[in-house]
């Protein structure tokens, strides 16, 4: 599941920031220590932001991973899935990688009052996780402004840096520079000089480009294009924008929407105006994005095309909270669709979904796969942080849950399809089109 990154975002938010691009009630969590098996004690990471250890393995657990999500506001019903997910993976895994007992607590990176990820949180958290020296690797974040405040702390930590393994993070200027990043990006997230973060999902100049294949392969001729101020919404949007031009699309407009708006009915006007046929919604859907769209299409019809990307994947609040309005839309998420994935992906799915009593959402594949990422790098290493974090970099998976990648020098995945879905009555969808842009639509990795 965004800034312009780091600085300004804090003064803006005072970090998707996304993501996945994901702005509930928190699950209930309580402090606990266990001594490990093999010498020294595991202390668990501060109940003020996270749960009790998961551990029913053989012995005690010798290290932590921690998952950093936002549980609270908008997002919780896929973030908590999320958090299901990994316990699951870990659990299949008998909470071991080669010698290394592993217990894993999930920690919460939003506050009730925001309703989403909080910078104060997310610095907290991370500071949390680089002095408690068990902590062996993080699962996160869901938000790529987060992720601009976590990473550079976990790759001063000691003994680090500590690796991180994103599931939904697609703002581009973590890992590359492109359009939309800022000066200084990705070097200012890695004073150390050495990469400690990767992503299984494709950067948003994949699924930008990939939103803008979908709006002329739909006939489309004119966009107007929003975004939510932050470093992933505008991220996403600039990439969208430039995708879109090279395809010929007209853009008829390119502004921010104020999450704090009580009406958006002036900028349905500018859209009305613009004579645009199709409009695109780069941001999240907690940042006010459903209010957006119910206030586009009272103006535009209530069939007036909508896409955007997997800020909005929260599919069931996207469709409650827009009070319905958001039917048809077309939402993007990284990744194949579920009856798509290959054979560990579809046993996953039926697996998992048995657990929770459904179809996962689509997110729930990439927490597991995440997990399954960060115990093959534990298991390689020599069980020190900055070899977990080293290994990460070297990530190849065969036939894995999200089928066949590995992870390129920058922490990027090679593997970028990008699935557009449909949303249906009551948050259901369909998988529309699943479009893997070419590289001369992609800006080119700097």
């Known amino acids: 599941m965004r800034k312009r990154p780091f600085l300004a975002l804090l003064i803006a938010v005072a970090a998707l920031a996304l993501v996945a691009s994901g702005c509930g009630s928190k699950e209930s969590s309580s402090n606990n220590t266990t001594s490990g098996s093999s010498g020294g004690n595991v202390t668990a990471l501060p109940a003020s932001s996270c749960q009790a250890i998961y551990y029913e393995g053989s012995g005690k657990p010798d290290y932590i991973i921690a998952s950093d999500l936002p549980l609270q506001g908008s997002s919780r019903t896929q973030t908590i899935e999320m958090t299901k997910a990994i316990k699951f993976a870990l659990k299949q895994h008998k909470f071991k990688a080669g010698k290394y007992n592993l217990g894993y607590q999930s920690c919460d990176d939003s506050t009730a009052q925001a309703g989403k990820w909080d910078s104060g949180k997310c610095s907290a958290?991370?500071?949390?996780?680089?002095?408690?020296?068990?902590v062996i690797g993080v699962i996160g974040t869901f938000n790529s402004g987060c992720a601009e405040i976590i990473i550079p702390i976990l790759n001063r930590a000691p003994d680090g840096p500590v690796g991180m393994v994103s599931p939904a993070n697609t703002y581009v200027g973590l890992t590359h520079g492109g359009p939309g990043t800022a000066a200084g990006e990705p070097d200012k997230y890695y004073p150390n000089g050495k990469r400690n973060y990767i992503r299984i999902v494709a950067a948003d100049d994949f699924q930008g480009a990939s939103n803008a294949m979908l709006a002329k392969q739909l006939g489309y001729k004119s966009v107007f294009i929003f975004n939510d101020k932050e470093a992933y919404g505008l991220g996403v949007a600039t990439d969208f924008r430039g995708s879109a031009k090279k395809l010929g699309l007209k853009i008829a407009g390119f502004t921010a929407w104020d999450p704090k708006a009580s009406s958006y009915e002036a900028l349905a006007n500018r859209v009305q105006q613009s004579g645009a046929d199709v409009v695109y919604l780069g941001g999240?859907?907690?940042?006010?994005?459903?209010?957006?769209?119910?206030?586009?299409?009272?103006?535009?019809?209530?069939?007036?095309?909508?896409?955007?990307?997997?800020?909005?994947?929260?599919?069931?609040?996207?469709?409650?909270?827009?009070?319905?309005?958001?039917?048809?839309?077309?939402?993007?998420?990284?990744?194949?669709?579920?009856?798509?994935?290959?054979?560990?992906?579809?046993?996953?799915?039926?697996?998992?979904?048995?657990?929770?009593?459904?179809?996962?959402?689509?997110?729930?594949?990439?927490?597991?796969?995440?997990?399954?990422?960060?115990?093959?790098?534990?298991?390689?290493?020599?069980?020190?942080?900055?070899?977990?974090?080293?290994?990460?970099?070297?990530?190849?998976?065969?036939?894995?849950?999200?089928?066949?990648?590995?992870?390129?020098?920058?922490?990027?995945?090679?593997?970028?399809?990008?699935?557009?879905?449909?949303?249906?009555?009551?948050?259901?969808?369909?998988?529309?089109?699943?479009?893997?842009?070419?590289?001369?639509?992609?800006?080119?990795?700097?």
């Not at 206030?295 to 909270?321: E, H, M, V």
Request: proline content about 6%; aromatic content about 8%; charged content about 20%.
């Open 284 to 446: 999240l859907e907690c940042e006010n994005g459903s209010k957006l769209i119910k206030d586009l299409r009272a103006k535009l019809g209530a069939d007036f095309p909508l896409i955007a990307p997997d800020g909005f994947s929260s599919f069931s609040d996207t469709w409650k909270n827009s009070g319905g309005a958001a039917l048809g839309m077309y939402i993007s998420v990284a990744g194949l669709p579920n009856d798509k994935l290959g054979p560990a992906g579809k046993k996953f799915v039926k697996d998992f979904g048995a657990e929770v009593g459904g179809s996962p959402n689509p997110y729930s594949a990439y927490g597991a796969q995440a997990m399954e990422v960060m115990l093959a790098a534990i298991e390689k290493s020599d069980g020190s942080r900055g070899s977990v974090a080293a290994n990460l970099i070297k990530t190849k998976v065969t036939d894995g849950i999200l089928g066949t990648f590995s992870i390129n020098e920058n922490g990027d995945t090679t593997s970028n399809p990008v699935t557009q879905y449909k949303l249906q009555k009551g948050g259901k969808t369909t998988a529309f089109k699943t479009i893997t842009p070419p590289a001369s639509l992609v800006p080119k990795v700097s």
């Open 125 to 134: 958290n991370g500071h949390a996780y680089a002095n408690n020296k068990k």
